[in-house]
């Protein structure tokens, strides 16, 4: 079986060289970028299974890397996980708003890093796993499948993270989601997220489904639900004072 290939990229040479001999001796095949155009670089040519990204990074800094590889479609579902001293909640919410699957703060445990790129591998896994049927409503599909979402026949451009909120919505119409219960489903259990996290995905979420952005409704003081009944089209989500 072929190594699953880790990229890190983090100008922190030191640190680097401990995560690399880590992650090496537990079967991975590392590679390490010390800035964020290198990052990119490398993302596109060596094509990691997961990479793992430091925000202060010289060049291009990691919230700008994280952006552009969600961009192209070579990169777009990489899971991506943000490995950062910057511990404040808006750092937080920006690292998961450009497409971050997990954020970790420094200093961390190399034991605990590993633990989840396994489990961020394996659930990425399943989402990409065939057999899985099609799901529909209205003008708005999802194929778990081909990983795969369209609103009107179009392609939807989603993070990884967006993908499996929209999934976890459109499989369950009607049903009220706590905020923490879209976290354990959409993004897993063991990831440090806030709940404000779920409201920036929903936000981001709205505005690629455009004129269709209503069939996520905000229900007040529990959380979100995919609309249960037949919808008009019309946009409601721009109304709303906040999420």
């Known amino acids: 079986m072929a190594k699953q290939k880790l990229l890190i990229i983090e100008d922190d040479r030191s640190l680097a060289s401990v995560v690399e001999y880590s992650f090496a001796n537990a079967g991975y095949e590392v590679f390490c970028a ?11 040519s060596r094509m990691p299974d997961i990479i793992l990204l430091d925000l202060m990074i010289p060049i291009v800094d990691g919230v700008e890397v994280c952006r552009q590889l969600r ?33 970790v703060i420094k200093p961390f445990s190399v034991r605990v890093l590993l633990e989840k790129v396994k489990t ?11 057999g899985l049927e099609i799901v529909s409503n209205g003008p708005i599909a999802v194929d ?11 392609l ?11 999934d976890t919505l459109i499989r369950n119409p009607g049903r009220a989601f706590d905020r923490r219960e879209l976290i354990n ?17 929903i936000r981001s979420l709205r505005k690629k489904l455009g004129v269709h952005a209503d069939v996520i409704q905000t229900v007040r003081g529990v959380g ?12 409601e989500a721009s109304s709303e004072s906040g999420l």
Request: no cysteine.
């Open 34 to 44: 010390h800035d964020g155009q290198d990052g990119i670089n490398q993302a596109r």
């Open 71 to 103: 961009a192209e479609s070579l990169t777009r579902e990489t899971p991506i996980i943000m490995v950062t001293a910057k511990s404040e909640e808006v750092d937080q919410l920006i690292g998961f708003s450009v497409g971050a699957d997990d954020y």
């Open 120 to 130: 961020l591998l394996r659930r990425h896994a399943r989402s990409q796993g065939p």
């Open 144 to 154: 778990r499948g081909r990983h795969r979402a369209t609103v009107d026949q179009k």
């Open 156 to 166: 939807l451009e989603l993070t990884p993270s967006e993908f499996r909120l929209l």
């Open 185 to 201: 489903s959409a993004l897993g259990a063991d990831t440090l997220a806030l709940e404000r996290t779920i409201d920036v995905h």
């Open 224 to 235: 979100y639900r995919f609309r249960e009944s037949s919808y008009s089209g019309v946009s």
